[in-house]
């Protein structure tokens, strides 16, 4: 029933202003909206939401089902992304993962482009100043465990400062390093642990090390001209 009423506000108040949509929001769902945050025409079917100072959230995103999205001062989400997870009340799958949390926290300055997909059944933390660029890439929080026939879930890490190139896939557990890039076409399965690498292939595995000084790592504005 709450999350039909926060679909028919949300869909409702579109024409209006956001300043007075975000007052709406704010007022019915309790949401964490600060003054300088804006969002576009997207629906957000989430329990908990946090925007921080100068947060942005584009067009046409559709996010559900996840307990919490928290977006730290100046992260930003863009258009056309879907972002989803299993519930907690979902009772049937997960039951033995008590700590499990369908979450997506953005740090301090990071970013999702636009066109991308997110399973975020277990959570997902993309770092401050991170990048996960391009277009049709893929976090997938949960699969199949072939061994016991049951649904399996682990959290996934994008680390600060580093980059994932288009049409990638980043499997359950999987962690990107800090300062590393993870070359356009590849699938990250593991959690990896060398920073300032370069990874690639599938599966990704290091291919080489990178300037720990080139700017891109060293930046203190999130946007790259």
């Given at each position: 029933?709450?999350?039909?009423?926060?679909?028919?506000?949300?869909?409702?108040?579109?024409?209006?202003?956001?300043?007075?949509?975000?007052?709406?929001?704010?007022?019915?769902?309790?949401?964490?909206?600060?003054?300088?945050?804006?969002?576009?025409?997207?629906?957000?079917?989430?329990?908990?939401?946090?925007?921080?100072?100068?947060?942005?959230?584009?067009?046409?995103?559709?996010?559900?089902?996840?307990?919490?999205?928290?977006?730290?001062?100046?992260?930003?989400?863009?258009?056309?992304?879907?972002?989803?997870?299993?519930?907690?009340?979902?009772?049937?799958?997960?039951?033995?993962?008590?700590?499990?949390?369908?979450?997506?926290?953005?740090?301090?300055?990071?970013?999702?482009?636009?066109?991308?997909?997110?399973?975020?059944?277990?959570?997902?933390?993309?770092?401050?100043?991170?990048?996960?660029?391009?277009?049709?890439?893929?976090?997938?929080?949960?699969?199949?465990?072939?061994?016991?026939?049951?649904q399996r879930s682990?959290?996934?890490?994008?680390?600060?400062?580093?980059?994932?190139?288009?049409?990638?896939?980043?499997?359950?557990?999987?962690?990107?390093?800090?300062?590393?890039?993870?070359?356009?076409?590849?699938?990250?399965?593991?959690?990896?642990?060398?920073?300032?690498?370069l990874y690639s292939?599938?599966?990704?595995?290091?291919?080489?090390?990178?300037?720990?000084?080139?700017?891109?790592?060293?930046?203190?504005?999130?946007?790259?001209?």
């Amino acid at each position: 029933m709450m999350t039909f009423i926060r679909l028919a506000t949300q869909v409702a108040i579109w024409p209006l202003p956001w300043w007075f949509r975000r007052l709406v929001l704010k007022f019915l769902f309790r949401y964490d909206l600060s003054d300088t945050c804006k969002v576009g025409w997207s629906i957000l079917l989430v329990d908990k939401l946090s925007l921080g100072p100068s947060t942005r959230i584009g067009h046409f995103c559709i996010i559900r089902n996840i307990a919490s999205l928290t977006l730290s001062e100046g992260a930003s989400i863009g258009n056309f992304n879907k972002i989803a997870g299993v519930p907690l009340s979902e009772t049937r799958s997960f039951r033995e993962e008590w700590d499990r949390r369908p979450e997506l926290v953005l740090e301090r300055h990071a970013a999702i482009t636009n066109s991308h997909i997110l399973d975020c059944t277990n959570k997902v933390t993309i770092g401050e100043f991170a990048t996960f660029a391009g277009w049709r890439s893929q976090i997938l929080t949960h699969s199949i465990d072939l061994s016991t026939s049951t649904q399996r879930s682990a959290p996934v890490h994008i680390g600060a400062y580093s980059f994932v190139g288009t049409g990638c896939i980043v499997l359950k557990g999987a962690a990107l390093p800090a300062r590393s890039l993870l070359s356009a076409g590849s699938v990250l399965a593991t959690a990896e642990s060398e920073t300032c690498a370069l990874y690639s292939g599938v599966p990704a595995s290091k291919v080489r090390d990178l300037n720990p000084n080139s700017r891109y790592f060293v930046r203190e504005q999130a946007r790259v001209l």
